[in-house]
Every structure is written in structure tokens, then in C-alpha cells.
């Protein structure tokens, strides 16, 4: 049980580290309307997740404590739904009406059709 609960707090702390690095570079560089920093950690950990999901059922010899470290750590300090909720609430608050609901079809399918090719190239290996 404590191993699970390190493993997860190492993983989560490494992916919280890249979701800040991932936001602090894209702000440095690009000037978007859109929360595309959020955007795009979501997309990287659903692809990440996919791809875990499958390898870890094809590969069961796999330590629980990794796994957790890996999917419930890391691609849960990745990604964050909180962020997204706010973004919109505040996109929302602006009456950018069209933004927000294009964040939300595009984060949706994005991010579940990143997860299904994860998978995919899990397969592959």
C-alpha cells in the first residue's frame, strides 16, 4: 500500500513538472486566444494512457506500483480537468460562446480518438 501511494505521488509530481513546463514555454513563445497549453497536455496524456492501458494488459508482469506511478501519477499530474472546467467557465463569463464549445468538441474528440491510437501503437510493440 505505501509503495502505491509513493509511486503515485512521483508520478504525479513528474507530471504536474511537464504540465507547468508545457504551459510556462508555450506562453513564452506563442500568443493564442485559446488555452492550447491545457489543450495539449490533455492530448498528450490521453495518448499516453491509451498506450499504457493496452501494454499493461498485454504485459501483466508489470509491478502494480509502476503502473499506478505511470497512470494514476503521472498522466494525472499531466492532464488536468480542473483547468479545462475553468477555462471554459471563464470563456463562458466572456460570452465567447464559440470558443467554448469548440474547446469542448475539440478536447473531447481529440482527446479520445489520442487515447485510441495509443492503444494502437501499443499494439504494435
Known amino acids: 500500500m505505501y509503495l502505491n ?11 504536474a513538472v511537464l504540465r507547468y513546463l508545457v504551459g510556462f514555454n508555450l506562453a513564452k513563445h506563442f ?4 488555452p492550447i497549453s491545457t489543450f495539449l497536455v490533455n492530448v498528450l496524456g490521453s495518448f499516453i494512457i ?4 493496452f501494454l499493461f494488459i498485454e504485459k501483466a508482469d508489470i509491478s502494480p506500483a509502476v ?16 483547468t479545462f472546467s475553468l477555462e471554459l467557465f471563464e470563456m463562458v463569463g466572456n460570452q465567447q460562446f464559440f470558443h467554448a464549445f469548440s474547446y469542448i468538441i475539440l478536447s473531447i474528440t481529440i482527446c479520445l480518438l ?3 491510437i495509443g492503444a494502437y501503437f501499443a499494439k504494435l510493440i
Not at 50 to 53: E, S
Open 5 to 15: 501511494l509513493i509511486s503515485i505521488f512521483i508520478g504525479g509530481g513528474l507530471g
Open 31 to 34: 500568443e493564442i486566444n485559446l
Open 50 to 53: 491509451g498506450f499504457l492501458y
Open 67 to 82: 503502473k499506478l506511478a505511470l497512470t494514476v501519477g503521472f498522466c494525472g499530474g499531466l492532464t488536468t480537468f480542473s
Open 114 to 116: 489520442m487515447t485510441a
